[in-house]
């Protein structure tokens, strides 16, 4: 089965977000291909992180169906949407500063002590994690928190795995070793749906793709139809790959 065809395990279906008195997403269409890697793309304030949150119930669609695995899941509760074996890497990292690299992924272990096998099939993409098991998260660097925090959401098995800007911050020779880490997981059969600006890191890993603006989806389709067409990667966000090498 193509990228563009396998069927959805998340789908949006004209989801509105409200937070106070702005409203940040106008009837969001979005399809999540069941095993695959869909990029999210769009400029800054197009709608990208809100949709991350209103899928993890962090934000309450204000109208509209989010379905996961054919369930309507809008209006659940936050820690209802992650017992479906949904995780979520904000842009924020979300690490607890003053524990230990160690504690921090013990806590995300929900299911049980941690495997280690897992636990070094980790390392064996972000290593530092290991060089600082025993360190307090909040004396790492930028790029060494948001490794824990991807690290975090990849210590158990998920189902979907969502992300926000996961290569913002880190050092070019992380990002790579980010990538083969996404494709492994994708190999586990894991779903994952990733928000961000890189356009050459999305290039790179993404299957399927859909870019947002103003709070909708413009465009869906597969990713290599976009790295293809320059024309269309500068109509929907201002650029071309060739410029962003």
């Known amino acids: 089965m193509s990228a563009a065809a396998a069927e959805p395990l998340l789908a949006l279906e004209g989801v509105h977000t409200h937070i106070g008195?702005?409203?940040?997403?106008?009837?969001?269409?979005?399809?999540?291909?069941?095993?695959?890697?869909?990029?999210?793309?769009?400029?800054?304030?197009?709608?990208?992180?809100?949709?991350?949150?209103?899928?993890?119930?962090?934000?309450?669609?204000?109208?509209?169906?989010?379905?996961?695995?054919?369930?309507?899941?809008?209006?659940?509760?936050?820690?209802?949407?992650?017992?479906?074996?949904?995780?979520?890497?904000?842009?924020?990292?979300?690490?607890?500063?003053?524990?230990?690299?160690?504690?921090?992924?013990?806590?995300?272990?929900?299911?049980?002590?941690?495997?280690?096998?897992?636990?070094?099939?980790?390392?064996?993409?972000?290593?530092a994690l290991k060089t600082f098991w025993l360190q307090r998260a909040g004396l790492l660097s930028g790029g060494q928190k948001q490794m824990l925090s991807i690290a975090r959401a990849m210590v158990e098995p998920r189902r979907l795995l969502l992300v926000d800007e996961p290569s913002k911050g880190l050092a070019p020779v992380i990002i790579q070793n980010l990538i083969v880490a996404f494709k492994a997981l994708r190999a586990e059969g894991v779903t994952i749906l990733l928000v961000e600006q890189n356009f050459n890191f999305a290039s790179m890993v993404g299957d399927?793709?859909?870019?947002?603006?103003?709070?909708?989806?413009?465009?869906?389709?597969?990713?290599?139809?976009l790295i293809a067409d320059e024309a269309l990667q500068a109509r929907l966000l201002g650029l071309s790959l060739d410029s962003h090498q």
Do not use: C
Request: charged residues 20%; proline residues 4%; neutral net charge.
């Open 21 to 127: 008195p702005y409203h940040i997403l106008h009837g969001v269409d979005l399809a999540v291909a069941k095993g695959r890697i869909t990029m999210l793309l769009g400029r800054n304030g197009a709608g990208k992180t809100t949709t991350l949150r209103t899928v993890m119930g962090l934000w309450q669609a204000s109208a509209g169906a989010i379905h996961f695995d054919g369930r309507n899941i809008a209006g659940l509760a936050t820690p209802d949407v992650a017992r479906l074996d949904i995780a979520y890497v904000p842009e924020s990292m979300g690490i607890f500063s003053d524990l230990t690299v160690r504690e921090n992924l013990f806590l995300a272990a929900r299911k049980g002590p941690l495997d280690s096998a897992r636990l070094d099939w980790i390392f064996g993409f972000m290593p």
């Open 208 to 225: 399927t793709v859909a870019v947002m603006d103003n709070g909708r989806v413009v465009h869906a389709g597969v990713m290599a139809d």
